[in-house]
């Protein structure tokens, strides 16, 4: 009867840990598809920066602790003058705005050559304006000296970040299409003036 007993036991404590590592693996499983769909993310929207000009990525402690070590040490040292510990952080949005004016502008200085041939003080105003930059400021002969003075400079530039969905394009008997085809958040961007970069970091929830 002992025997018996000791024998039915063993069952109910296989049983139980047959139970509890199924829950152990399936949990492990669910953490691990996780994982890998984060990062595949991560990889498909750094793939499609350099077009979009915008990337949403998600890290862990580890890596964002890596990323800011490696890639963004300036970032690192303000947070570490700040005091602003990383376990703080929920998300880092990085933009960059670049533009660059390639139009040539000329100005007529013949009335400072004739002022410097007649030996006579002069300033002619200048400005340089379109929609996104305005200089301003004056060429000047005084003393003998010929000079360009800068006095104001304004840059302004408007940016809109819009988030829409689309289908994913596929192909049935070899004609690509995007009916039916699995939904996926994308971004665009529209700038006013120059290029603007949108480079944001989640921090993963644990």
């Known amino acids: 009867m002992l025997a018996l007993l000791k024998i039915e036991n063993l069952k109910v404590y296989a049983i139980?840990?047959?139970?509890?590592?199924a829950i152990w693996f399936y949990k492990d499983w669910?953490?691990?598809?996780?994982?890998n769909k984060r990062q595949t993310e991560n990889i498909e929207q750094l793939r499609?920066?350099?077009s979009l000009k915008y990337a949403s990525q998600t890290y862990s402690k580890k890596e964002l602790?890596?990323?800011?070590?490696?890639?963004?040490?300036?970032?690192?040292?303000?947070l570490k003058d700040q005091k602003i510990a990383t376990r703080k952080i929920e998300r880092i949005i990085t933009q960059k705005l670049t533009y660059q004016d390639n139009?040539?502008?000329?100005v007529n200085l013949q009335p400072i050559l004739d002022a410097i041939n007649k030996r006579q003080d002069i300033k002619i105003p200048v400005v340089d304006s379109t929609d996104c930059l305005i200089i301003k400021g004056y060429?000047?002969?005084?003393?003998?000296?010929?000079?360009?003075?800068?006095?104001?400079r304004k840059f302004k530039n408007k940016s809109d970040v819009v988030s829409y969905w689309q289908r994913n394009q596929w192909k049935i008997l070899g004609i690509k299409t995007r009916l039916f085809g699995r939904k996926k958040a994308t971004v665009i961007?529209?700038?006013?003036?120059?290029?603007?970069?949108?480079?944001?970091i989640n921090k993963k929830k644990n």
Do not use: M, P, W
């Open 16 to 21: 139980v840990a047959g139970i509890l590592f």
């Open 30 to 35: 669910q953490h691990q598809k996780a994982e």
């Open 48 to 50: 499609y920066f350099d």
């Open 65 to 78: 602790n890596e990323y800011l070590e490696y890639n963004r040490q300036d970032l690192q040292q303000f």
């Open 103 to 106: 139009v040539d502008r000329s």
């Open 139 to 152: 060429v000047a002969f005084e003393n003998d000296t010929l000079s360009l003075n800068i006095t104001d």
């Open 189 to 200: 961007i529209r700038d006013n003036c120059g290029n603007t970069e949108t480079f944001i």
